[in-house]
C-alpha cells in the first residue's frame, strides 16, 4: 500500500464523478460552468494518472493485465474530456455529444476494471461489492462537488432557477443513500461469511474496527457517511426554501466531509481488502 495509490483511486473517482455527474446538470447553467467543471475533472484525472505513472516504487510487484486495461480505459477517457472541455462552446457541436459518451463511459469502465483488479482474488460477492463501491464513490464524490459548483454558481447566473440545484441535490442525496448501502453490505459480508485468519476479513476485520486501528474506520463512518447523510439533507431542505447562498454554504462543508470520508475508504480498502 502507498500514498499514490491511495492518491490516484481518489483523484480518479473524483474526476470521473464530476464528468458523470454533470449529465444531470441543466443547460441553462451556461456553456462557463460546463468548460469549468470538465476543465476541473480532466485536471483531477490528469493528476491522478501523474501518481498512477510516477508512484510506482522499485519493489512493487507488475501491474496485472486489469490494472493496466483500467489504466489505458482511464486514459482515453481523460483524452475525450479534454477534448470535449476544449470545443464546448467553441465548435463540433455535433461530436460532442459522442465525446461525453467516450468521457463518462470510458470514466465509469475503468472505475469497474479498477475494483476487478484489485478485488481480482478475493469471492465474487466481494468483487461485485467492491465494483459497487468504487462506482458508488465516483457517484457521491461527483455528486457533491457538482452540486457545491452550481451552488456557488447563482453568484453568477443569480436568475438561474432554483430547481436546477435542487434537482442535482437530488441526485447528491441518491448517491449518498447508495453508498450507504454498498458499505453496510460490504462490512456485513466481511464479518459474517469470512474465515477466522485471514487479513481484512471476518473475526479479523471485527478486531480490527474494535481495536484502536480502527478508529480510521469510526472517522470514515463519521466523517464519510453520518455527516454528509445529515448535510445534504439539509441542503434539500434550504434549496427547497429557495435560499442558494446558504444551500451553498451547507455544500462546501458537506464536500468537505465526503473527501474525508472517501481518502479515508480507500486507505481502509488498501488495508483490510473491504470496500467500505
Keep these: 500500500m502507498s500514498l499514490s495509490t491511495i492518491l490516484f483511486l481518489f483523484l480518479a473517482h473524483l474526476g470521473v464523478g464530476i464528468a458523470f455527474t454533470l449529465v444531470f446538470v441543466s443547460r441553462d447553467a451556461g456553456v462557463k460552468f460546463f468548460r469549468f467543471n470538465a476543465g476541473l475533472a480532466a485536471i483531477l484525472i490528469a493528476i491522478a494518472l501523474a501518481f498512477y505513472y510516477g508512484g510506482a516504487n522499485p519493489g512493487d510487484p507488475p501491474p496485472t493485465r486489469l490494472s493496466q486495461l483500467a489504466v489505458l480505459t482511464l486514459d482515453a477517457a481523460e483524452a475525450a474530456l479534454v477534448l470535449y472541455w476544449a470545443t464546448i462552446g467553441r465548435m463540433l457541436a455535433k461530436v460532442r455529444p459522442a ?5 463518462v463511459g470510458g470514466g465509469l469502465l475503468a472505475v469497474v476494471l479498477q475494483a476487478l483488479a484489485l478485488a481480482a482474488d478475493r469471492a465474487l460477492p466481494m468483487q461485485v461489492l467492491t465494483v459497487a463501491s468504487f462506482l458508488s ?3 457521491l464524490l461527483g455528486g457533491a462537488c457538482t452540486a457545491m459548483m452550481l451552488g456557488h454558481w447563482y453568484l ?3 436568475s438561474m432557477q432554483v430547481s436546477h440545484l435542487q434537482s442535482i441535490v437530488k441526485v447528491h442525496i441518491a448517491s449518498m443513500i447508495v453508498r450507504v448501502a454498498v458499505v453496510g453490505a460490504a462490512v456485513f459480508l466481511a464479518i459474517a461469511t469470512s474465515s ?3 487479513p481484512g ?15 480510521f474506520f469510526w472517522q470514515r463512518v463519521l466523517f464519510g457517511l453520518a455527516g454528509p447523510a445529515l448535510l445534504s439533507y439539509l441542503t434539500w431542505e434550504t434549496a427547497k426554501i429557495r435560499s442558494t447562498q446558504s444551500a451553498t454554504g451547507i455544500l462546501y462543508v458537506d464536500f468537505f466531509t465526503v473527501v474525508v470520508g472517501e481518502v479515508l475508504a480507500k486507505y481502509l480498502l488498501l488495508a483490510t481488502r473491504v470496500p467500505v
Excluded at 99 to 103: C, M, N, P, R, T
Excluded at 206 to 213: E, L
Design 156 to 158: 453568477i447566473l443569480p
Design 201 to 215: 476479513l471476518g473475526p479479523s476485520f471485527r478486531h480490527y474496527i474494535t481495536s484502536v486501528a480502527g478508529i
Design 196 to 198: 477466522p485468519g485471514q
Design 137 to 139: 464513490s465516483a457517484a
Design 99 to 103: 465525446l461525453v459518451v467516450i468521457a
